[in-house]
């Protein structure tokens, strides 16, 4: 059995892990996102939470923020559809936590910027074939050549991310139906 002060000092460590890993993902969502940085430290906040949710009181807790500061971020990323919350019988609180449908977007979104990506590189494959081809370049030397072999493994690569994407998305909609 663990000592109280055990206990105590694990409590701190993870703590302390906690609020460097909110300030990350915090910076991260900021420029990724684009959104202030308080809504993204609630957003980190709340992804951290799970499930449970935490409750309006906990977020203030835990960020040391105001009640009005807290409100007007809340609301601006229940509109976004980022975050939802819930309620329990017989409690009047609210536990807020991250949107199922944001999580499923936000895969969406990565699926689409990864096709974009594949789009271009082909195009630029397709034209650097073309203009070995106008500089009377044969074949054989295109399909050996370096700079065209990048373009053609980075196209395969993204396809291995979309097609791992699309998995982690039924995956995830697999595992929200079973509860």
């Known amino acids: 059995m663990r000592s109280y002060l055990g206990t105590m000092l694990i409590d701190e460590k993870l703590n302390k892990v906690k609020a460097e890993l909110i300030e990350e993902m915090g910076v991260y969502f900021e420029c990724q996102d684009i959104l202030s940085p308080l809504s993204s430290r609630i957003f980190a906040y709340l992804a951290l939470a799970g499930d449970d949710g935490v409750t309006f009181d906990e977020i203030l807790e835990e960020?040391?923020?105001?009640?009005?500061?807290?409100?007007?971020?809340?609301?601006?990323?229940?509109?976004m559809g980022r975050v939802g919350?819930?309620?329990?019988?017989?409690?009047?609180?609210?536990?807020?936590?991250?949107?199922?449908?944001?999580?499923?977007?936000?895969?969406?979104?990565?699926?689409?910027?990864?096709?974009?990506?594949?789009?271009?590189?082909?195009k630029v494959l397709d034209y650097r074939h073309k203009v070995l081809l106008a500089n009377d370049k044969i074949d054989r030397e295109i399909e050996n050549r370096k700079d065209l072999s990048y373009n053609k493994h980075y196209i395969e690569f993204v396809d291995r991310m979309i097609e791992n994407l699309h998995k982690l998305k039924s995956n995830l909609i697999t595992v929200n139906q079973d509860k």
Do not use: C
């Open 85 to 122: 919350y819930y309620t329990k019988p017989g409690d009047r609180k609210r536990y807020f936590k991250v949107s199922f449908d944001n999580m499923v977007n936000r895969l969406d979104d990565k699926i689409n910027s990864w096709k974009k990506e594949k789009e271009l590189h082909i």
């Open 63 to 79: 960020l040391k923020i105001s009640k009005s500061s807290a409100s007007t971020n809340l609301q601006l990323l229940q509109s």
